[in-house]
T-cell receptor, first 112, second 118 residues
Framework: DAKTTQPTSMDCAEGRAANLPCNHS???????VYWYRQIHSQGPQYIIH???NNETNEMASLIITEDRKSSTLILPHATLRDTAVYYC?????????????FGSGTRLSIRP | NAGVMQNPRHLVRRRGQEARLRCSPM?????VYWYRQLPEEGLKFMVY????????ESGMPKERFSAEFPKEGPSILRIQQVVRGDSAAYFC????????????????FGQGTRLTVV
């Protein structure tokens, strides 16, 4: 079972920041938070991951609360191409338990 | 560095035939994961393999499905005696195992094989 809880759907205006929340209240100390997205019928695309510090890359920013029980993915300037299902996943990367379990994700719609 | 390569991209099989789906991981990746996505549904974990070993097959159907990741060559997901319910998109992902010290822990996915059983 997925260890995360996300809203089923969200929408955002093009050009604005999209903030996607995720709850992972049972996260353990060695689990990282990963974000992936799946644009219609394509393979899931890696976005970003982090352990406890906030992270930023060319695609997005990841804000993790101090207690690590929740996080927010921020797409700073959403475009129509960001319309996708976004998955928040917790995972221990270097172990026999490193499989990725997808939940239902958040269906993000970007409106013009 | 090429990404995760899956082939074929589309595969049509008649009921009762065998389907073989191939996945070549990214260079330097020794872990492979297979997922199935039925139409309009989410991604379901099937199996996790390291080179020559199955680590976790908790998501594999008990019959007709098997997976391997030989020492040389791609990982293979094999479906024997396919039925219409096997029609789905099958995705594989790969990730590194050994700690490299630079946080490269992410798994990357291929574009999938879409299996249609007629």
């Amino acid at each position: 079972d997925a260890k995360t809880t996300q809203p089923t759907s969200m929408d955002c205006a093009e050009g604005r920041a999209a903030n996607l929340p995720c709850n992972h209240s049972t996260i353990s100390g060695n689990e990282y938070v990963y974000w992936y997205r799946q644009i219609h019928s394509q393979g899931p695309q890696y976005i970003i991951h982090g352990l406890k510090n906030n992270e930023t890359n060319e695609m997005a920013s990841l804000i993790i609360t101090e207690d690590r029980k929740s996080s927010t993915l921020i797409l700073p300037h959403a475009t129509l191409r960001d319309t996708a299902v976004y998955y928040c996943i917790v995972r221990v990367p270097y172990s026999s338990a490193s499989k990725i379990i997808f939940g239902s994700g958040t269906r993000l719609s970007i409106r013009p | 560095n090429a990404g995760v390569m899956q082939n074929p991209r589309h595969l049509v099989r008649r009921r009762g035939q065998e389907a073989r789906l191939r996945c070549s991981p990214m260079k330097g990746h020794s872990h492979v994961y297979w997922y199935r996505q039925l139409p309009e549904e989410g991604l379901k974990f099937m199996v996790y393999l390291q080179k020559e070993n199955i680590i976790d097959e908790s998501g594999m159907p008990k019959e007709r499905f098997s997976a391997e990741f030989p020492k040389e060559g791609p990982s293979i997901l094999r479906i024997q005696q396919v039925v219409r319910g096997d029609s789905a998109a099958y995705f594989c992902a790969s990730s590194p195992f050994l700690w490299t010290g630079n946080m490269n822990t992410e798994a990357f996915f291929g574009q999938g094989t879409r299996l249609t059983v007629v």
